[in-house]
């Protein structure tokens, strides 16, 4: 393969994962929020989430392969897998490097979650919300196409769409939690 096949794979590996990780934040979201999709049930939303999170995950492993077979730039596994350490762009390549560890600890309790737990699994869950914006940073630091139109309005979107996955959350959290302790001052009302 050819340094400018594997550039343009790199490219468009970085792309799809930017698209396929922001899908999956979202669909969290709904996960979490017990949401319905239309046209699937309930465990639908929840199954999409577990096999995009796994289509995103061999993306990004494509990405990071692409990124250390072409010989243009010195990027080793090493550098993919400790933060800060290449020699090429040590801090956007970090940031990638950050988001794929954050990522692996999300992926490796998830595979192990009947043995960890629902608390110790949540709580690293939460990882993965952290992982996405890293990640969003290390795109634009490191992207070739960052300043494109296409890249650019891809980008928006996909900003977009998890800011309001993740807006609709907290909106719903904050309402819960006024209901709360409504619920509770009924409940020992009555309890009277």
Known sequence: ?????LWYANRATGAVCL???TV??????AVRLRAKLPGLPRFGTVSLHRTLSLSATAFLALHITTATVDSYVNITFLDALIP??????????????????????VLITSLLRARLGHRTWRATHW???????????????IGTDTG??????????????????AGVRV??????????PAVLLRTAEGAR
């Open 1 to 5: 393969m050819t340094s400018e096949t």
């Open 171 to 180: 909106a719903l959290g904050v309402r819960a939690s006024r209901r709360t």
């Open 148 to 165: 494109t139109d296409w890249m650019t309005w891809l980008t928006v979107a996909c900003v977009a769409a998890a800011l309001t996955a």
């Open 24 to 29: 999956v934040v979202v669909l969290g979201t």
């Open 127 to 141: 990882l993965a919300y952290a992982s996405w914006p890293v990640a969003l940073l290390h795109g634009i630091g």
């Open 19 to 21: 698209i396929l990780f």
């Open 84 to 105: 800060f350490v290449s020699d090429y762009e040590p801090l956007w390549l970090g940031l990638g490097t950050v988001a794929l560890d954050l990522l692996l600890a």
